[in-house]
């Protein structure tokens, strides 16, 4: 039985991004309970109420930020099963050419430690009941959000099936948890080397769409650009993905210089080829919650009114592009884009 001590129910896991919800959101105070070696340079945290009391609810797909330090904040996704309310397991990939987040992780957060947690939140939800196949597609890391689907899809009896794609099996996280799946026929590990010739064939795989079929992937930047342009057969709703860094197609864009307009005080501002939105913003007083500030955490969301956006996030769904802008990293063609602040 859950006791009392829980921290309130939010029941926005499957609502579509909100402003109100991605900034904001109530912190929670968590302990680290446990740290394992999952695999090569991955460690496994397991983090509980500091009181032995419950969690809030998530579903699988969902990640929570770690504050790591007061300066540093990074999105981590629940790789546990989505019914368990004492604990959330998330497991870290130390980037070494990173900017220091996850090697903050690794080498300072130990046992016993309390860290400062957002409540979970979901950009990244299986699709409903009505869906008739689900096919999973982790690359290293990336699989993750994928651990707590197939926990997911397992509790709803669904039919599904994980391809794993890892270097090799010294860098292959929850092998025990995904042996007797493999041995069931629901999960395929392909291990390339470091050659991604060598490893799963994703255009075979992608070329013919059956109907009720949804296809969710997650993994590094090339394995990410692989599936997207395979999966021309298969329509958007059936599409699912998460970033959990930028895609390499931002990179090659130009900038060119464009307006806003904030709508409450009418002010009219210039974004130069080489500044952002939220940049203006914070120079002209305007205060905006920013983490990633590359267009793939989902913080700095924010609804426009008016105007051509130019979006470069690798969050927001077709419809959600119609009325938000990541200001991080979109820009505008064009009259002034006017924004809801
Ligand atoms: C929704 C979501 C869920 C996530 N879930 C997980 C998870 O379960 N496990 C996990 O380990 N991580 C996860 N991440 C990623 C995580 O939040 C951090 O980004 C990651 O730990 C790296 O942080 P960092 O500060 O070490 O590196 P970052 O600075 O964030 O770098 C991330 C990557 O970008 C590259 N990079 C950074 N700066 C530059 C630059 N200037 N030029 C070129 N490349 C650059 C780095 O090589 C690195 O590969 C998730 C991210 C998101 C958005």
Known sequence: MFNDKAYPMVAHDEAPLNPQLSTGRALLSVRVKAIRREADNILTYELVHPNAGVLPSFTAGAHIDVRIRDDLKRQFSLCNAPGERNRYVIAVLREKAGRGGSMAMHNDVREGNLLSISEPRNQFPLAGQEAEFHLLLAGGIGVTPMMAMAEALEARRARWHMHYCTRNPEATAFRARIEPLIAAGKVTLHHDGGDPSQGL???????????GSH?????PPGFMSAIKTSVNAWPAHSIHCEYFTSSEENAELDNAPFQIRVKHTGDVLNVPADGTIVGVLRENGFAIDTDCEDGYCGT??????????EHRDSVLSEKERKSYVMVCCARAKGAPLVLDI
């Open 201 to 211: 064939d994703i255009k075979a795989l992608l070329t013919c769409y059956e109907a």
């Open 215 to 219: 296809v969710y992937f997650c993994g």
């Open 300 to 309: 700095c969301i924010t609804r426009y009114l008016e105007g051509d956006p």
